[in-house]
């Protein structure tokens, strides 16, 4: 069975797709080509340039609650009203929707430290209202 995908997730040692590697690989190629011949982009088409886009708005802006700056991969982009939420903005879910959509998802978010989102998750859970510390 070494021609096989194995996965993690495979039982016994037995594959997890019943089609070869060479088989696999050839109808990938067939269904790209196939997208391409219809002008059908892939489906992470975009996906680093929304990565970057996504980074520096995390660069350039600071916390919303406590106004201090920090590396982008300390902030999150909260939901202004969470209720609201029809797709999340984290890696994979955001390259599913159209540029039209993206933009209109980030509209609606704020960028927070990972502190203050996790308090403000917290006080909605608890139904308080959340008083940023500011100044400090």
């Known amino acids: 069975m070494t021609g096989y995908s194995q996965h993690s997730r495979g039982v016994e040692g037995r594959p997890t797709s019943p089609h070869c590697r060479a088989c ?3 109808y990938n ?13 892939p489906k992470n088409w975009g996906a680093n340039e929304r990565k970057e886009i996504i980074k520096a708005y995390k660069y350039h802006n600071p916390c919303t609650d406590c106004e201090q700056f920090y590396d982008p991969v300390q902030m999150d982009l909260d939901h202004v009203v969470p209720r609201s939420e029809t797709h999340a903005v984290r890696n994979q879910p955001i390259f599913n929707l159209s540029w039209e959509e993206f933009w209109e998802e980030m509209e609606v978010v704020e960028p927070v430290c990972s502190n203050c989102h996790r308090l403000r998750t917290q006080s909605r859970r608890l139904g308080i209202e959340f008083i940023p510390r500011t100044g400090l």
Not at 29 to 41: E, I, S, Y
């Open 29 to 41: 190629a067939w269904q790209l080509a196939n997208r391409r011949a219809k002008g059908v982009p």
């Open 24 to 26: 696999k690989d050839a």
